[in-house]
């Protein structure tokens, strides 16, 4: 398997255990911890919107491109 894949799931497995499998408990966690890093000048940005594509990967054809005015 994937060396970064079992590392990503196995911190995964890690922090859900840390706060009893609790969805709750676990999204406070994670929000305490961005805090502490934008306390820290982390920034964070939300990636860019889709333009009504949800399975792109699923497509038989290339997406179109967009007409240049």
Aim: glycine share 4%.
């Amino acid at each position: 398997m994937n060396r970064i894949l079992t590392e990503i799931r196995q911190t995964r497995d890690d922090l859900a255990h840390e706060t009893g499998y609790d969805l709750r408990r676990l999204f406070d966690y994670v929000r305490g911890r961005e805090r502490e890093a934008a306390a820290r000048g982390v920034k964070f940005v939300s990636p860019a919107p889709r333009e009504n594509e949800t399975a792109c990967s699923l497509r038989e054809e290339p997406p179109k491109q967009k007409q240049q005015p």
